[in-house]
């Protein structure tokens, strides 16, 4: 399967997983709305660490694989076109290209650092309050 065929489906799985809704000027359906009230925007420290891992050893190398593939093919037509307009064309082309992909790798390895962060930060606050509220004297243990 090449890049484009693998990168449609990626993107058709990933849209088949979105819930889209809108609801204006109206009461929540159930009590308790508000923002985090969908059932869609949960997410657990183990799917957090599994995206995370995804970036890391398939998005970034795939990306890494794609990019050279696109350099050394640009690389070829340059060197096939010296002396024409058209190889000073092909050569902006790949420095803008280049540029756009570390920007976009920066970003993937910003979001896997965000996603192992917030593991281990709502981790962390979750039970730190565990033992906060487990620390209170109360009556009902006894029971």
Same mark, same amino acid.
């Given at each position: 399967?090449?890049?484009?065929?693998?990168?449609?489906?990626?993107?058709?799985?990933?849209?088949?997983?979105?819930?889209?809704?809108?609801?204006?000027?109206?009461?929540? =359906?159930?009590? &308790?709305?508000?923002?985090?009230? *969908?059932?869609?925007? /949960?997410? !657990?420290?183990? %799917? $957090?660490?599994?995206?995370?891992?995804?970036?890391e050893?398939?998005i970034?190398?795939?990306?890494?694989?794609?990019?050279?593939?696109?350099?050394?093919?640009?690389?070829?037509?340059?060197? =096939?076109?010296? &002396?024409?307009?058209?190889?000073? *064309?092909?050569?902006t /082309?790949? !420095?803008?290209? %280049? $540029?756009?992909?570390?920007?976009l790798?920066?970003?993937?390895?910003?979001?896997?650092?965000?996603?192992?962060?917030?593991?281990?930060?709502?981790?962390?606050?979750?039970?730190?309050?565990?033992?906060?509220?487990a620390?209170?004297?109360?009556?009902?243990?006894?029971?």
């Amino acid at each position: 399967m090449g890049f484009d065929e693998e990168w449609a489906q990626l993107r058709d799985e990933a849209a088949s997983r979105q819930e889209t809704s809108m609801r204006l000027n109206q009461l929540p =359906a159930e009590p &308790g709305g508000g923002a985090g009230g *969908g059932k869609g925007l /949960v997410s !657990t420290p183990t %799917e $957090k660490r599994a995206a995370a891992n995804t970036i890391e050893t398939v998005i970034v190398p795939d990306t890494k694989k794609a990019t050279d593939w696109a350099d050394e093919a640009t690389a070829g037509a340059v060197g =096939a076109l010296k &002396g024409w307009e058209t190889a000073a *064309g092909l050569k902006t /082309v790949q !420095t803008t290209w %280049e $540029k756009q992909v570390k920007t976009l790798t920066a970003r993937l390895n910003r979001e896997k650092g965000a996603l192992r962060a917030t593991v281990t930060t709502l981790t962390g606050v979750d039970v730190g309050r565990g033992q906060a509220i487990a620390s209170i004297p109360s009556n009902l243990s006894k029971y």
